[in-house]
């Protein structure tokens, strides 16, 4: 036991020492669904690739509905810059269909008060 607390001591302390020479980037305040999103888009992607695909996708589509109702190629257009373009696009399409058939609505902020097992 001795070595996993030295071993969890040398992290916490390497932990600390980044977090004070490197800043961390702010996280922008999002929706949770449009974090939903970016976590799509930033999956095998670097985040500069993810902050222009999300910036394509909202500046392309007037709404979340208006993607869920474009066909993956469509939506693949817009996010050419990341690797397989395709499949993150109806991803991002099959995400928005289950939300909205759940909700009838894009709304998902009152989520993380629900719990976890509704949440889920």
Known sequence: M?????KQKL?????GALKKQ???????DRPVL?????ALLRENASRKDA????RNLCERFFDWNEVRVSTAHEVANA????????????RIVGLLQEVFEANY???????PK???KPAA
């Open 11 to 15: 992290l916490g302390n390497l932990l």
């Open 34 to 38: 449009d974090h939903l999103i970016y």
């Open 114 to 116: 629900k719990g976890v």
């Open 22 to 28: 490197y800043e961390p980037a702010a996280e922008p």
């Open 2 to 6: 001795p070595a996993t607390m030295t």
């Open 105 to 111: 609505s894009f709304d998902l902020d009152g989520l």
């Open 79 to 90: 996010l050419m810059d990341l690797p397989q373009p395709v499949a993150k696009a109806q």
């Open 51 to 54: 902050d222009r695909a999300y």
